[in-house]
């Protein structure tokens, strides 16, 4: 039976275009986990100040005293109170206070430990805004706008060059929460983005029909690879994928080995490189939690670590926060749409496939292992600095923070037996997306306007 030629990557475009705009401007500012911080830091990497400051114990940097007014005025207590609603009234009333660059205090905001690339669009539609003049909360919109345009036209390459699960990546980038994220000033943007595009790339490389790899395709892996090892640390394995890529097309093992060698280990180093001056910026956000104490835990207990990490990430309420626990982790989705969603994601995953493509025994071996480790890591992060000493869960930590790994497991996934496909497969897929996108629009504003 022929298909609807369908092209996933423009129809992702259409959509993320039209339902990132909608999130934009009907989430209300700073609505998103921790979004006052993340402009804090975006407003000061458009200043060109890439590390923070450090002042009585407290890290931040010195900003315009209007940019924490507008978070308080427009926050209003709203975060992790449901019943709480945003007022249009007083959005519309901050857009008439100036930004007064010169006024400034010293902020404390948490976001400080970050490397600046996760904040480059938004600071990018920042700087725009302060050359137009413009006022804080429009520059905060201005941030929210590019970030999403950087995100929108990452994923529409990612989609269009990779030679797999072109659907399942459709699905996955426009499930509540990713594009949410996407139209929020969050940092996760810009980490999720050139994780996608190194997978991406590094799959067009492996199967393609020419039997090496050109000069500017293995410097723009290199880019990304060293790209991803500044973003957040604990994904720093991710360039191990290039593993994935045969070695002919290297031009032999010696130079396979040595290019796999040279970019992990210049990503090691400069993971550690931003480690170690972002560590003198990491304050602990409770005093029952001592990361060398937690440390000597699991290394005396390594097993009772996994039961948690287990326990943790097998949880109803991990799920959730992956497909769509949008807000500050407090605006709920209905569970009638979060299972058959997270379901969704895998049938796909299982069911798509190209005929003359195959990841064999090895490649998902390399995938496995790269996959488990970071997943180890994201939770041993989380657990040495956000939870209690031999605690058996896992605190704080969330769903959204294997998003970007996620396409590591649907390429697990990847076989060519259990086939399943129809005419309207496709139109099905995009018709599920709009529903979804429109019931996660309808959530909003039940939760901040009704």
């Known amino acids: 039976m022929n298909k609807l030629n369908i092209k996933p990557e423009n129809a992702f475009l ?21 979004e006052q911080e993340h402009f804090y830091r975006t407003y000061q990497v458009s200043e060109l100040q890439l590390v923070a400051q450090k002042e009585n114990e407290k890290v931040g940097g010195y900003l315009p005293k209007s940019l924490k007014d507008i978070a308080q005025i427009t926050m209003d207590d709203i975060p992790f109170h449901p019943e709480k609603k945003a007022s249009i009234h007083t959005i519309l009333s901050v857009f008439k206070i100036p930004l007064n660059a010169s006024n400034k205090e010293f902020t404390e905001f948490s976001t400080a430990i970050y490397s600046p690339i ?12 302060k050359i137009l003049k413009l006022s804080p909360i ?27 699960l072109k659907w399942t990546f459709f699905i996955l980038t426009l499930m509540p929460m990713s594009i949410f994220l996407a139209a929020s000033l ?5 980490t999720n983005s050139l994780i996608f595009l190194f997978i991406a790339v590094v799959l ?13 395709n293995f410097i723009f892996l290199f880019f990304l690879a060293l790209s991803i090892s500044m973003t ?34 210049l990503c090691i180093f400069l993971a550690v490189r931003w480690h170690l001056i972002a560590r003198d910026f990491i304050v602990p956000v409770r005093p029952d939690i001592s990361v060398k104490g937690q440390i000597l835990y699991v290394l005396e207990n390594p097993m009772k670590f996994v039961v948690a990490a287990v326990k943790t990430l097998s949880s109803k309420k991990f799920i959730s926060h992956f497909v769509g626990q949008l807000g500050w982790l407090d605006t709920n989705m209905s569970w009638f749409f979060i299972i058959p969603y997270f379901m969704l994601l895998f049938l796909v995953a299982l069911t798509e496939y190209q005929e003359k493509i195959y990841i064999n025994m090895n490649q998902k071996i390399i995938i496995s292992a790269i996959s488990i480790a970071t997943v180890l890591l994201i939770c041993l992060a989380t657990y040495i600095t956000l939870t209690p000493v031999g605690n058996d869960r896992i605190h704080r930590i969330q769903g959204r923070y294997f998003i970007p790994i996620a396409p590591l497991l649907f390429l697990l996934l990847y076989n060519h037996k259990t086939k399943f496909s129809f005419k309207w497969k496709e139109l099905a897929i995009i018709c599920i997306s709009v529903i979804s996108l429109i019931y996660t629009i309808i959530v909003l504003i039940r939760r901040y306007y009704i």
């Open 232 to 265: 957040k640390q604990i994904y720093f394995l991710i360039p191990a994928l290039i593993l994935l890529i045969p070695p002919d097309m290297f031009g032999g093992r010696k130079k396979y080995y040595l290019s796999f060698i040279s970019i992990v280990l």
């Open 186 to 190: 969050s940092g996760d943007t810009v």
């Open 14 to 34: 259409c959509l993320a275009g039209f339902f990132g705009i909608l999130f934009i401007f009907i989430t209300p500012p700073f609505q998103s986990p921790d």
């Open 204 to 216: 067009r490389i492996a199967y393609r029909e020419e039997k090496n790899i050109s000069r500017n």
């Open 118 to 129: 996760i904040y480059i669009p938004q600071s990018i539609g920042v700087l725009i805004g």
């Open 138 to 164: 429009k520059l905060m919109y201005l941030g929210r706008i590019s970030n999403l345009a950087f995100w929108i036209l990452s994923v529409f390459v990612v989609i269009r060059i990779i030679p797999v």
